[in-house]
């Protein structure tokens, strides 16, 4: 079964960067969007931001300004680039494709913002 993998998590000082990657275990055809997501400690799940096929992009209002999605369609690949961290950015992050008859989870990669 194919998997959603991530990496780029880790620990940074607030301020610092880091760059998230997802890609697929095996293949997948016809990714519409790509997303990413997060968890915090304590909270419920919530979009940080996603991209389209085209390219087209949105960001939670956190993340504007700060956070950068992209996607190579060549590689199936989708990237977050994370600046300016702030500790309630820690949290757990996950990588979403969505096709047209569901969706890919990632396991998740964990960030942590240390003040």
């Known amino acids: 079964q194919v998997q959603l993998v991530e990496s780029g998590g880790g620990v940074v000082q607030a301020g610092g960067s880091l760059r998230l990657s997802c890609a697929p275990s095996?293949?997948?055809?016809?990714?519409?969007?790509m997303e990413w997501h997060r968890r915090a400690p304590g909270k419920q799940r919530e979009l940080v931001a996603q991209?389209?096929?085209?390219?087209?992009?949105t960001y939670a209002d956190f993340a504007k300004g700060r956070f950068s999605i992209s996607r190579d369609n060549t590689k199936n690949t989708v990237y977050l680039q994370m600046s300016s961290l702030k500790p309630e950015d820690t949290a757990v992050y996950y990588c979403?494709?969505?096709?047209?008859?569901?969706?890919?989870w990632g396991q998740g990669t964990q960030v942590t913002v240390s003040s």
């Open positions: 979403v494709f969505v096709i047209n008859y569901g969706t890919y």
């Open positions: 095996g293949s997948i055809l016809s990714v519409n969007d």
């Open positions: 991209v389209t096929r085209g390219g087209l992009t």
